[in-house]
């Protein structure tokens, strides 16, 4: 992906686009993919990075959504199974399958979830990964050695899959620009652009170089996630907000925690909800709490309680208890959960599929939805999308549409002994990937950030100075970025 020939198209004013999109995250690249792939000229417009907002701080699973059946979701489960099937072929470097535990403390426990986890094999069909069985305490301990033994019954053994997000987010953005989309990141729209009551494109600013451009399109798609209300009222300002965003947060601990390359699933915490303790690089991945009533930022921080919940919740089914200052990195993201029409209520309660708005104007909003569902979300957007704009009509391609998942293929010895990557890899994600800031190489391109925040900051100037020679900065670019970094990841 190259910026400058992509920024460039921008200037080609002679032909309306035929889709325009507000957001980089897996929503919006989801609709890009779509789109181009149909032979719909395509542009997409990112405020920040690729997935910097929630898609890069997911928990990591693609997965069903086991919680999702006791709430009595079964049409959700069914679709997020059938999606996981279609993400496990089409980015099968990204996309692997990982197999769980279900410890069981109580006799009962194993039949309970036995049960439940065998109705998810079966909504699966055809598209399943591995059978669901029954593990005894010894056959459990060996998989998950530092599971606490005392009083363990055994386990429930299935199957989902696991991604990394964000480097998921930018093979989409490569699948995309090979399918024929411009898409840009760190491109902020300031307003929508109309002609009488109707939306006709928007005014866009670059944020790297301080260009602006105007956009006409004959359809804008807003897919911004947790703001889609901001952009919702550059449309009306009058507006009701319609997205109730609920905070998650993880924590990133050693392997030994875990013990395994098996995840573990406790079905209920203290408040309901699914906890996750999962390998991810060679690290404990630990998530995810709910709070309700947070800000809307690019960027939100965990809270000291939500670290304390994780932490205690950890402890009571972990042999070797995890403490505070064992935590190698955080990182919070926020669900752009669909209010309903009556309370709101609580958060973790709401349901995570997705909906589609249109306003008088013509502005098309996509809200709710996980990363499991993107592709559907993103084949339901463009169906109404080309409806609404009166577009040739084309068909969905995308379910057997192979993404371009490569990784980056750099060499040489490695940035630090706590990190797996090189100088090589991290040169490759500005050359080729449109890594611009020094958090989109060590947060989202490389995921330095989520695995050690301390041992990115080691590496860090050495990073920024490669960085400004690729893309000619100066020292002033070099101290700014490496000072944005210390407040993303403070160690």
């Known amino acids: 992906m190259n910026r400058p020939e992509l920024l460039s198209q921008l200037d080609d004013t002679s032909e309306k ?3 325009v999109i507000v957001g980089g995250g897996a929503t919006g690249l989801g609709i890009a993919v779509d789109a181009a792939s149909r032979g719909y000229r395509t542009v997409l417009l990112e405020q920040a990075d690729f997935a910097e907002g929630t898609s890069s701080k997911s928990t990591k699973l693609i997965h069903g959504g086991v919680r999702y059946l006791r709430s009595g979701e079964v049409s959700l489960v069914r679709e997020s199974l059938r999606e996981r099937g279609h993400l496990l072929r089409n980015a099968p470097n990204l996309v692997k399958p990982l197999s769980f535990v279900v410890p069981a403390y109580r006799w009962y426990e194993q039949f309970l979830y036995g049960s439940g986890l065998t109705l998810y094999d079966l909504l699966a069909g055809d598209l399943g990964v591995g059978a669901t069985e029954h593990l005894s305490s010894p056959e459990t301990l060996s998989r998950i050695s530092n599971l606490r033994e005392e009083g363990l019954y055994g386990s429930t053994f299935y199957w989902d899959g ?29 307003r929508l652009t109309k002609s009488g009551d109707k939306i006709t494109g928007l005014v866009a600013q670059d944020q790297i170089d301080g260009g602006e451009y105007t956009i006409s399109g004959k359809v804008v798609i807003n897919a911004t996630g947790a ?3 901001s952009i919702r009222r550059l449309d009306d ?30 079905p209920k915490t203290d408040d309901g909800r699914v906890l996750f303790a999962i390998p991810w690089y060679n690290r404990m991945l630990l998530g995810t709490t709910d709070t309700g009533g947070v800000p809307v930022e690019l960027n939100p921080k965990p ?13 009571r089914y972990l042999s070797e208890k995890p403490r505070h200052d064992d935590i190698k990195a955080t990182f919070a993201g926020l669900r752009p959960l669909v209010k309903p029409s009556g309370d709101l209520g609580s958060t973790s309660k709401l349901s995570r599929s997705h909906s589609i708005f249109v306003s008088e104007s013509g502005l098309l909003t996509v809200g709710g939805g996980k990363w499991t569902t993107y592709r559907q979300m993103a ?13 040739k009509q084309s068909a969905c391609v995308t379910h057997h549409l192979r993404l371009d998942d490569a990784l980056p293929g750099g060499s040489g010895a490695a940035l630090d002994a706590e990190l ?15 890594a611009m800031t020094l958090t989109d190489v060590m947060s989202r391109r490389l995921r330095a950030t989520f ?41």
Not at 422 to 433: I, Q
């Open 379 to 391: 084949e339901d957007a463009v169906d109404r999308a080309a409806d609404l704009a009166e577009l």
């Open 420 to 434: 797996p990557y090189s100088m090589a890899d991290a040169e490759v994600t500005v050359r080729e990937e449109m």
């Open 303 to 315: 809270l000291e309680a939500e670290i304390d919940y994780l932490i205690d919740h950890a402890g």
């Open 227 to 229: 703001f889609s209300d």
């Open 451 to 491: 695995l050690d925040e301390a041992a990115t900051l080691k590496v860090a100037p050495a990073v920024a100075k490669m960085m400004a020679t690729e893309l000619g900065r100066d020292d002033q670019w070099t101290a700014d970025q490496l000072e944005a970094l210390k407040v993303l990841a403070p160690s």
């Open 17 to 19: 686009w035929d889709v």
């Open 162 to 190: 696991q991604f990394d997000d964000a480097r998921l987010a930018i093979a989409m953005a490569k699948t995309a620009v090979a399918a024929g989309a411009c898409v840009l990141n760190h491109v902020k729209v300031s």
């Open 237 to 266: 300002p009058d507006v009701s907000a319609v997205i109730a965003p609920s905070q998650g947060i993880h924590i990133v601990l050693d392997q030994k925690f875990l013990g395994g390359q098996t995840g573990v699933m406790i």
